[in-house]
């Protein structure tokens, strides 16, 4: 929460997004408390901080999700430990692990792929599945696109058969 005093302005606000900040001035994106403004965006600039006689914004939580890799001597990864302790995974052995993440700058995913030098053959080829469907639902929360999350679920479907999972 962000509540503001300043010369021209009065205002409490919730889920406020601090854009820059140094030791003269604050920018910000605030949504307006539900209760007086509909939830509307707003942006806020002060120019100086002298102007703001109050000005507290609320720190955000922060979590943690850490893959530990234990690898041979080739670099090669022998286990995979993985947790989340909000989530309540504390310590979790598994064989392999996709990580996706977005670089708009670049405007290209960039990926780590691992998995243990023993995982199964059978077993890649179910987690890869699993992953192709899960694409399809993801993508329909994401987008609301039904036509093109059916799709990626056939496609799915046919790499379960093609890959022997499915007969």
Not at 6 to 34: C, H, M, P, T, W
Not at 84 to 112: F, N
């Amino acid at each position: 929460m962000l509540q503001i005093t300043d010369q021209n302005r009065v205002g409490v606000f919730d889920n406020v997004i601090l854009l820059e900040e140094n030791s003269s001035f604050v920018k910000f994106y605030a949504f307006v408390n539900l209760k007086t403004a509909n939830n509307k965006k707003i942006f806020v600039d002060f120019v100086s901080k002298k102007e703001c006689k109050y000005l507290r914004i609320k720190s955000m939580k922060k979590t943690k999700i850490v893959i530990d890799v234990e690898l041979d001597d080739n670099h090669v990864p022998e286990k995979l430990f993985w947790k989340a302790e909000d989530g309540g995974i504390k310590r979790q052995e598994t064989k392999a692990a996709m990580i996706s993440v977005w670089d708009s700058k670049a405007m290209e995913a960039l990926r780590i792929d691992l998995w243990t030098k023993d995982m199964p053959v059978d077993e890649m080829k179910r987690f890869f599945h699993q992953i192709l469907v899960s694409i399809g639902h993801t993508y329909e929360r994401a987008t609301s696109e039904e036509d093109v999350a059916q799709w990626l679920g056939e496609i799915a479907e046919e790499f379960a058969v093609k890959s022997a999972i499915k007969m």
